[in-house]
């Protein structure tokens, strides 16, 4: 196969993607609204209450969504999961949703490569994470940056295929790595659901706190990978 058929199959398979995504988006918009009131949020309870398969499919959709396209934060996603399915099933439903979209970002970018990236996020985003293309340690990047609140989450899934990491690897670092964050989200949810204040502020206090040490030490991080790298690449030189 030529270069010009491989560039032509890779615009194509681009330009469907849009496609897909921005029909997806359209289709499951009108929910995004509900989540940020009570009445929408108890419609949803009701959707999901009457119609557990097509619920279940529904919250599938929108969280392989924020993973994909970012459609809204993934906070909201994993709270709704807390507050309509509980503590154990929202978790499976959130960590089933996110491996599949992970994979099917992982394996879009290893097919259509930088074009994507570059499609999606701005080049500034792209450089501050670019370390990981070489880096020695990108296992442990990723699984750490992945652990971090406020990290570019969205980004880094699109950057770390990439990368040398091994699929299976990167699916098992970024799931552990999100778990925790994912799984004090949901408790928090389903703590309002079921009308527990007392645990739903709990939750929020240890999301606050996190993220708050988040902000003051993710460029930290972030700089010390960047100085491992620029270290390993005098050595080598």
């Known amino acids: 196969m030529s270069e010009k058929?491989?560039?032509?199959?890779?615009?194509?398979?681009l330009i469907l993607f849009a496609v897909v995504m921005v029909g997806l988006t359209l289709l499951c918009w009108p929910i995004v609204p509900m989540l940020t009131s009570e009445e929408g949020r108890?419609?949803?309870e009701l959707l999901v209450e009457n119609n557990l398969l097509l619920g279940v499919?529904?919250?599938?959709?929108?969280?392989?969504?924020?993973?994909v396209v970012a459609l809204i934060p993934g906070a909201f996603i994993q709270i709704l999961a807390g507050v309509l399915f509980g503590g154990?099933?929202?978790?499976?439903?959130?960590?089933?949703?996110t491996l599949l979209g992970?994979?099917?970002?992982?394996?879009l970018v290893k097919w259509l490569g930088m074009p994507i990236v570059e499609a999606l996020f701005d080049s500034k985003g792209i450089k501050k994470l670019s370390f990981l293309q070489d880096t020695k340690k990108v296992e442990l990047a990723v699984f750490i940056l992945f652990l971090m609140p406020v990290m570019?989450?969205?980004?880094?899934?699109?950057?770390?295929?990439?990368?040398?990491?091994?699929?299976?690897?990167?699916?098992i670092l970024s799931i552990s790595a999100r778990a925790p964050a994912m799984i004090i989200s949901i408790v928090f949810g389903s703590s309002l659901g079921d009308g527990n204040i007392a645990i739903a502020v709990v939750m929020f206090l240890i999301v606050a706190i996190a993220g708050i040490v988040g902000i003051c030490y993710k460029d930290r991080i972030i700089n010390s990978f960047k100085s491992a790298k620029q270290q390993y690449k005098n050595k080598v030189q």
């Open 5 to 13: 058929t491989k560039l032509a199959i890779r615009i194509a398979a």
């Open 42 to 44: 108890q419609n949803i």
């Open 57 to 67: 499919l529904v919250f599938l959709v929108l969280q392989v969504l924020q993973i």
């Open 88 to 97: 154990f099933w929202g978790s499976v439903l959130c960590i089933f949703g």
């Open 102 to 107: 992970e994979m099917a970002v992982f394996y």
């Open 152 to 171: 570019p989450k969205d980004a880094l899934t699109y950057l770390a295929p990439l990368t040398r990491i091994k699929p299976s690897t990167f699916f």
